[in-house]
């Protein structure tokens, strides 16, 4: 093709920052920057069981196009996985993964024109798919209790109209790590009741956080709910559901996803088969407390060096940390030096942050931590005296 | 949600005939409707092991995030795949089959105020991308010899700019299942290099089809080839790939597939696996013939009813009946007798075809097929008796 002419929403879709950094992250560094799970916890023999057992099972359908919508061995068993985290009812599309999700949602939802509110900062990979479908975005900040409602309601008290879709990540925040307080959470759901919103409320951490109300139980008429298995189960499965008691909603998203058809039978299959076995739900509680002794530790780490997050984190994999520094040059000085984190300007909408970074302990093993710290240090010094 | 308000985009997608017949699909009933490859020839056993000698060798990382635009292993594996099948070279990004990459080629290419020629008859699904995307649909008649590039000349002609995009199935076509001529390939690639356009060749049969020169061969610059392994090794793996000499649209690909990185991991390591073993490779020759002698028996049947296809196919799964007769009132009868089959008009962008049916060799286990056959002119019968 002599020079391609991308449509206007192509050229709003950026490299992640996060993708470019796990271009960057070589064998020994020490990998602050991934929001994968610990590899530690992905139940690989389980997993392989499930494989087996699945293509004995059903055979060629294993392999059989998966139709649009998910099957209804896995719809069913994400109808129990939504009651066991007290998520709510409601109809279930199956997606591939998450992220997927709130594609497939902004593809129903909204248009170019279409204003929508969102955190900021954010989590920058999801905003691609926002920016695709509308430059139209909103940043409200983001304080140690959530979205800070009192923003969004003078904003909203001024507006001729409301937004489209408000995007939030209430549970612990990607990258801030707070957890939204449930008098915000309150206060949202009114805003959204009382002006007409539609609030996406993306909570791939719930599995591994400590409980909350979800906006979705707190309102289901006013939120979509979209859930994710990447954390508590793997991410290389793609698998993600969204929840809705709409059901025209519903069946425009089946429509939808009859655009790619992109979720996996077989990973389906394996999917509802490990939660029909109950394992993830008996391991909760430990996953939880997994990963809240490394955030304890990054934290230490962090604190023995004389730094701290910009808020604490209450639950997931990350924290945000302001190092003073051009976060972009101290990537390259730290990468040399055997750590990688991701710089957070990105998640800013707002043309700041551009000295902050996301540090997660997601993938990193946990006798790494204190030793990853210590060389991001190094290179902070290190920028210090050049 | 109260009244969700869908895009005009998300308005375009209609739920298709495909997926509509599939949930008539009863135990019993003879499956002349889907485009699924024989289940008998699905490598199950070989499935099995590849996905346990994956776990083993790469362990958790099997089920780590996927990132953009494909695994390095399965790039390399395809690449050679292109090579085998005389596809050409250049830059491949992997996609969640070939609808996933038609669709993402439309979000890098098309917006709402691009035209676009398609081939009439054409497959409803893939259209479904580019009617999300763009209403300026054209539709440019297919006959025997594939699309009729005389008429496409006389329309340049006269058009003040070209068309962005052109899509056509030229091998083993979906739904008349005619392979393109050479001559008129020839002429086509003329008229994208003359004119302007881009190519969209989408090509799934080719492994099973005999061979044919690839437009992209022809003329690298002016066409995207998007190929698929769901007809050759399985359709629920979700794997498919977009060829491109283009570095800028390859980059653009990996920066929307941000948008879901919806190609599962171990199923893209699974995919490689298997090409690296050389099996498909070793059996496209049987592969062919299996299908071809399944048309061969589909045909006989036909014509011992006094049934004759539009035109006769040439490879491929599918062949196009004029039943002279409306197709959806055909349909519901031929259920209730216990064979399924997919009306053809939505196939259609003129608002025709709505006595012709597409009859599919792909899934229905071969000693089946007069059977069904015969369920199919017992339906007509009853139709021309009400």
Redesign the interface.
Known sequence: ??????????MR????PI?RV?ALIGQGTINLA???PD??L?P?EK??EA??QI??EY??????????GGLDQLIHQLKKWCATLDIGGGEIIVT??A??AI?QLC?????AQ?AYVHENPTFV?TM??FL??SPQGEPVAVDDQGIQTSILESRLKTRKSPP?LLYTVPTAHNPLGVTMSEERRKHLVELAQKY?F?IIEDDPYRPISKPTRTLYSMSP????YVGSL?KAL?????IGFVL???H??AE?L???E??????????QLVTAKILESGLIQSKLGDLREHYASKMRLMLESLRENGLEPIYQPQDGFFCLVNTNTYAEELLLKAVKLGVAFVPASEFYFDNTGHTNIRLSIG?VDKSLIPEGVNRLVKALNQNEQA
């Open positions: 093709m002599t020079a391609p002419m991308f449509t206007p929403s192509a879709v950026k490299r992640s993708e796990s991934g929001g994968s590899p530690s992905i690989l997993l392989r494989y087996t293509i004995e055979g060629a359908k294993s392999f059989f196009y998966p139709g649009a591939s993964g992220q997927h594609t593809a129903a939802l909204l248009s279409d990979e691609n798919s695709f479908y489209k007409g539609t008429e006013n939120v979509v990447s793997a991410p290389g499965l793609r809705t008691t709409s025209a909603l425009k089946r429509d939808l009859q655009m790619d058809f992109s979720t996996s039978t077989v990973n993938p």
